[in-house]
């Protein structure tokens, strides 16, 4: 793919303004933070951030139309993402267009409608240590990361992360409160990827730590599908057989 | 599992009273028919038979509570069933409850719920041979069975069958015309587990082959969960940590 | 499955012998605690007990052919095995026989062969604690267990672990000293089903624990294959197509 | 990846010597044949080719070294190859270097490594015709292709495919004959990547096939890994906790 990669990078926008405590640690808000870092990135172009509030939660057919990878952050307001929005981009994914479902993602509509489960887990605020193992060393997800990498202080997240197997298993991560957890899952639906991606919090500094913003960057790579063989959709009748037909009996 | 396994089976039961055709292969309705055969399994007991019409669709809580594994025929009525009824399904597969679903079920709200893909496929009514080939010789669905086995007339279904890929494929069918498809599918889903089974027409007297029910039988069986491991859904915030914390900083 | 599952423990046979302490814990070998154990469990018969030091390693063409599922400890001499018996072994894997591997087992000739990687791993004996989550709630070995279980003292083992993602994935552990570990995963190969149990050791007693033995009768029973379809070996030809030819040309 | 992709290919080269009619088809042998087209590809570049007469096969420690990719091609010769490079290869597939099988080398000694199980299946050699559905467009070694593609003559390959589940599956084939088979087939060992590609025979022409030809590049693409994250082999033992230990008793 020698064109860049176009990603957009959608956060949900509500912690910023509603604590000042956030809009310290991401003066330009979480989608500020991480399209900062992957507009710098070769490939890789940043062609919109969005958020909730804008019309249709800046993600006209517009914008997803020139969008490879969507990003995606949220947590407080889940609900107010509109359903119309939500199957826009469902399709756009089945289609080819790559998603990667950061943090508390884990609980928003587009992710729970790909998986087909609950979505739940445990959590903890305790500011505690966190340490992710690669457990697939070969992934491209993983390119250039130390055998583990830590985090000094995060919110926890522990199992049951109630989802289906992911398709390649990249990080799981110890917690130092006790629980363990499946923390970069890589699923196929259609003919787009999703990548879900734990850490991150909206007072912990996470989106400014180098491991973590490599694997964005990764990630990003990854998730971009080329273009192809054709994706049939819906249940066209083949009228005409391929083979000649006599039946068996 | 020294207790039966209670089964319900569901069928649209549309077809049955529109077309004499289909009343005189299934006077029954498909239901009855796969019920009747279900019932003189060892180890299976029918508990219920649904159909679109009744009260809820035959589903309401008190038949799901004691149905341990479903079986869903559905082709022309998708979109009259009703949602709440759906989630209500979906909840129960993933608290346990084993669900199987035949031929055009494929385009089920269900389906595609617990799926998240949009479950489209190729399609022709040629009358044509069909043969499925066992891919996964000790699987618990292909128990019994030749290494392939013949169906002298059927409707034929296609690739793209647009699904996840299964995480246990058991047939993959050839057809006469000239095409493929994943017509044996398990996936996981919560605690509960899903088979998808291709074969099944509501003229081809497709429910009374011997194969066929035996793959049927077998996959009620494989489908009955054990109790197994508590199933956490919501995000519980666990505040007390299980080891003590002091932070990696 | 009406018949009972009959079962040999294959334990090296060594440290017992070696090491009074170890000789303490198990004065009848890691395999007469597992043996006598398991021929308690309904549904079980042990029908053999066999070790490293005897003619064919106690693994005997007779003793395979009467086994449904060989359980499998080792540590100090996987070198000592002969090739011809890992061979056998291996072919009734195939053929469908159930094989578990314990704790030091993952360096085994018949688990790397069956594997195809170098199931290395990291190590660390600290008597430190381990936890170990639940990941797949519904799967048969997680039957009857709680959402997550402890061993107080244990030998660790740590990421990476050299296999090929595990087909299931049962177990995750979290060691106190900062590890995490898939410590419960299935495989099939051929038509017999693969489970790896981390736990285990032969100074500690892992092998008295409730929790531990309940997954190991629950590993029987899950890797107890049933009859199944036939399982075609070397290459047939078929010189007789079953569907008439004319080449595409 | 900027730097090109570093191709071996490997035949073992008898047929060639043997047929005269092989020798008509591929005058430079089916290795100078793939090479040629290969060498003309973007971003990929040809080391070497080697055959089972040169000494060590033509794999020796340095041209290994220097190779991202291998294909292998392998007919009537596997028993000939040294289990010495046959374990050199494993090593190097472990590391990270790509594999692609072709054709009959689904009987190599390293598929057979490298899968753990029999990689036996059913033939024919009617000269019948062959459809290859993609069953995985988003997959990168699909890129480009139509949803099917035909060969007019080609030597049947039928299920039992004696292999693991393939992580990625992205090719099933439709037989004039009958049969089914799953024609493109995904694993990953260690860090390194694992393609069999069934078409390919030593009289049709099949190398020479636009499609075919496509398929080689893109899974040459595919294969090469990025540099990843450490792999770790041997069993290490980890003195020093990274947190501290103080056991759970």
């Given amino acids: 793919m020698s064109k860049p990669i176009r990603v957009t990078v959608w956060n949900e926008g509500v912690h910023e303004k509603k ?5 310290e640690v991401y003066p330009q808000g979480i989608h500020g933070a991480i399209a900062a870092h992957l507009g710098k990135q070769q490939g890789i172009e940043v062609v919109a951030t969005a958020t909730l509030e804008q019309p249709e939660h800046g993600l006209t057919e517009a914008v997803l139309e020139k969008t490879d990878v969507l990003m ?12 119309k929005i939500v199957d826009r981009v469902h399709k756009r994914v089945l289609e080819g267009m790559g998603l990667i479902l950061l943090h508390s993602g884990h609980f928003s509509k587009i992710f729970r409608k790909l998986m087909g489960t609950g979505c739940g887990l445990k959590w903890r605020e305790a500011a505690e240590m966190e340490r992710l193992w690669v457990v697939r060393p070969g992934h491209p997800i993983a390119d250039g990361l130390p055998e583990y990498f830590e985090l000094a202080h995060t919110e926890m997240y522990g199992e049951l992360f109630d989802i289906p197997q992911p398709d390649e298993l990249v990080f799981i991560s110890w917690f130092e409160g006790g629980e363990v957890f499946r923390s970069g899952c890589c699923w196929h639906r259609g003919k787009g990827k999703v990548f879900y991606f734990r850490p991150g919090h909206e007072t912990f500094p996470i989106y400014y730590d180098e491991n973590i913003l490599r694997v964005l960057a990764n990630a990003v790579r990854w998730a971009a599908t080329p273009e192809g063989s054709p994706y049939t959709t819906g249940a066209p009748n083949i009228k005409e057989p391929l083979n000649p037909i006599r039946g068996g009996g």
């Avoid at 604590?19 to 809009?23: F, L, T």
């Avoid at 995606?72 to 359903?83: L, R």
């Fill in 19 to 23: 604590d000042k405590k956030v809009a």
């Fill in 72 to 83: 995606w952050w949220a947590h407080m307001a889940h609900d107010q993402v509109e359903d």
